[in-house]
């Protein structure tokens, strides 16, 4: 247990499903981030939300739908997603203004879009 | 952001210390050096974080230059629950991590 928590581990969801992954962090952060890492390429910065407020949006496409509720929470809404969509998804929080030990990950979400 | 540059992969023998180098030539005043370990179907795990000189702790030692131009990952004698990707970042604080290909470590029995 990483102090990040990430569900679910496993999904699988056909390409006009609706589905959310969820993160939650219990190390008292207050910024929160998706990763996207695909096979065998690295992992991809996709959103970044700071107390609460989303402050980068790395070109990713609409049919990825971020949200934090609060600075313990950040989910990912998923809606008619492709087959190359599949990937882990990471989620990553850190305290800004105090990095010392950099950021803590979860253990991620298994993607498969089918 | 300043580009890093490290090796893709790498072998050792179980009890070896292993040595991964990372460059980072236009690394600017205000970065930070960063080392994470991934094991496969895992996030990223923070390693060891350092400016300049050498930072050391109970995992591993992170030696920098002084024109900080590049830096070494050093895992003293590995075992085979070493084998992992490790990545070498290169930024300010309090912005985003942008990871590279990082360095594929094997070790061997």
């Known amino acids: 247990e990483t102090g990040v928590t990430q569900t679910p581990r496993h999904l699988v969801m056909g390409m006009t499903n609706k589905k959310s992954l969820k993160c939650e962090q219990h190390?008292?952060?207050?910024?929160m981030y998706w990763y996207k890492q695909s096979a065998k390429k690295p992992l991809e910065l996709m959103f970044v939300?700071?107390?609460?407020?989303?402050?980068e949006n790395n070109s990713v496409p609409s049919r990825f739908s971020p949200e934090c509720p609060n600075s313990s929470h950040l989910f990912l809404h998923l809606h008619t997603l492709q087959p190359e969509d599949s990937a882990l998804y990471l989620c990553?929080?850190?305290?800004?203004?105090?990095?010392?030990?950099?950021?803590?990950f979860g253990s991620g979400t298994r993607l498969t879009v089918v | 952001l300043a580009k890093t540059t490290q090796p893709i992969s790498m072998d050792s023998y179980e009890g070896q210390e292993v040595n991964i180098t990372c460059s980072h030539n236009?690394?600017?005043?205000?970065?930070?050096i960063t080392w994470y370990q991934q094991f496969p179907s895992q996030g990223p795990r923070f390693i060891i974080q350092g400016y300049k000189t050498k930072v050391t702790n109970e995992v591993a030692s992170l030696f920098i230059p002084a024109d900080r131009k590049s830096s070494t990952l050093s895992l003293p004698r590995v075992s085979l629950s070493d084998t992992a990707v490790y990545y070498c970042?290169?930024?300010?604080?309090?912005?985003?991590?942008?990871f590279g290909k990082g360095t594929r470590l094997s070790v061997i029995a």
């Open positions: 236009n690394i600017a005043t205000n970065d930070y």
């Open positions: 190390l008292g952060h207050n910024a």
């Open positions: 939300y700071n107390f609460k407020e989303q402050t």
């Open positions: 990553a929080s850190s305290q800004s203004g105090n990095p010392n030990y950099g950021y803590t």
């Open positions: 970042l290169v930024g300010a604080r309090n912005t985003p991590l942008v």
